[in-house]
């Protein structure tokens, strides 16, 4: 398996504003996702992020309000932009492929990024 | 598209009792399955896994889940659970055309000591 770190781990953010949560993870990983949990709700997939190119995003979720860069094997970062109420929610950095399994297709979960925007 | 429905919401159970939490998904072909587990202030871990083989497959903690392909089904159970299984519990599938994971709506677990 893989550690993974995400900071903030949690914030108040005022709308209007952006917010950039980073993950680190503590060894190379061949993929990187960002989640979304809404309140009482389950996971939904923003993007995959891909290293050394630009996201691939799902239905629903684009570039400009969730920009997304990950510069190598271990980072990546997820900005919220320009945030709204609706926005509020946990943000979850996940890995697959892990060094030794790198084809491997199991996820693992950081801890999230809580954010209220006001 | 694919999709995942978990049918229980909220579940109570006293300690001891037997648990089946279900799981149905729709794609028609070759998929990966998935259990997650988010207990109170923690994040996500894995609670077993279905990849190919054996359709009862063995998890953490004394879970188990079993593979019904012609029912599209991954129920989860165990059986007799104490209060620390109190979490939510999610169900998981990716199918072989990416690696894209669908989740499930989750099943909130409350064991009563």
């Known amino acids: 398996s893989a550690v993974i770190s995400q900071k903030p781990s949690r914030d108040i953010c005022q709308r209007g504003t952006s917010l950039t949560i980073q993950c680190q993870v503590d060894?190379?990983?061949?993929?990187m996702f960002w989640y979304r949990q809404q309140p009482g709700q389950s996971l939904t997939l923003i993007a995959t992020?891909?290293?050394?190119?630009?996201?691939?995003?799902e239905s629903g979720f684009v570039i400009d309000k969730f920009p997304i860069s990950r510069p190598n094997l271990t980072f990546s970062t997820l900005t919220v932009s320009n945030m709204s109420p609706e926005d509020s929610s946990i943000y979850l950095c996940?890995?697959?492929?892990?060094?030794?399994?790198?084809?491997?297709?199991?996820?693992?979960f950081g801890p999230g990024t809580r954010l209220t925007v006001t | 598209a694919q999709s995942v429905s978990q049918h229980n919401h909220h579940v109570i159970l006293s300690e001891a009792a037997s648990l089946e939490l279900g799981c149905n998904y729709s794609?028609?072909?070759?998929?990966?399955l998935f259990w997650y587990v988010q207990y109170p202030g923690q994040h996500l871990q894995l609670l077993l896994k279905?990849?190919?083989?054996?359709?009862l497959v063995k998890g953490i903690k004394g879970f188990e889940a079993e593979f019904i392909k012609s029912k599209f089904s991954f129920n989860l159970r165990k059986p007799s659970v104490q209060w620390s299984d109190t979490a939510e519990y999610f169900c998981a599938v990716k199918n072989n055309a990416g690696n894209m994971l669908t989740f499930g709506g989750g099943t909130r677990l409350m064991v009563k000591p």
């Open positions: 794609y028609g072909g070759t998929v990966n």
């Open positions: 992020a891909n290293q050394g190119s630009e996201a691939t995003y």
């Open positions: 279905y990849f190919s083989g054996d359709p």
């Open positions: 060894s190379q990983v061949t993929m």
């Open positions: 996940s890995v697959s492929g892990t060094s030794g399994r790198p084809n491997s297709y199991e996820q693992y």
